[in-house]
């Protein structure tokens, strides 16, 4: 159920479009945008800000953007974020989120696997290549932190996260600080279901962390 779960919210996100209405005759979501800075065995900033692009049945363009998508599973709420940035014509650093529902005020804590219900998960892929299954890219998982939501209003979502990730080894760690996320929010019956794509390779690590 968790792997249907995490593989819906991905899916769904990236077949946004741009321009006029869909095929499913409703408007396009907008611009968002999601920022942090990183210190450690990686030191930077981050920031995706712009529209989520389809690109085909199974991609989306590789140019700077931030999204979520509303979905739910077994009775419960779940939110997925995804940001890109590009950093070369073919990769570009990821971020993915996946939570449950929740209003504004409200603080989640982040953690390393989904062995519980209503988990909250959460990656950094740096140089990813989004359409191969293999990118090498450098991937931390989320072992620890909050996500807090400050708004819910008219489609879109707010809000500030933080915490400490590590590689998949846990031999190296980031700190990840003033996080920041302002994304459009559509819910996955906007998209046919006969056309959701296969998750990025990104996504697909976070799969293998949520047992």
Known sequence: MKTRRLTAALAAATMAAAGCKDSTGIDPPTAGSLAFSYTGARSGSYSANGLLTRDGESSFVKQSFAAGVTLSNGGRAYVGMLAYAPVAATTGDEV????????????????????????????????????????????????????????????????????????????????????????????????????????????????????
Do not use: H, W
Not at 99 to 115: D, H, I, N, R, W
Not at 136 to 145: K, M, Q, V
Not at 161 to 170: I, P
């Open 96 to 211: 993915v989120f996946l939570f449950p529902s929740v209003g504004p005020g409200q603080k989640l804590t982040l953690t390393e696997t989904c062995a519980a219900v209503g988990c909250s998960l959460g990656l950094i892929a740096f140089d990813a290549n989004p359409d191969l299954a293999d990118d090498g890219s450098d991937t931390f998982y989320f072992t620890s932190g909050t996500i807090e939501v400050n708004t819910v209003s008219n489609g879109r979502m707010t809000g500030t996260f933080s915490g400490t990730a590590a590689d998949s080894l846990g031999t190296r760690t980031i700190t990840v600080t003033g996080g920041t996320f302002d994304v459009p929010v559509r819910n996955e019956s906007a998209y046919p279901s006969g056309s959701r794509a296969a998750p990025t390779a990104a996504f697909q690590r976070l799969l293998t962390r949520r047992n």
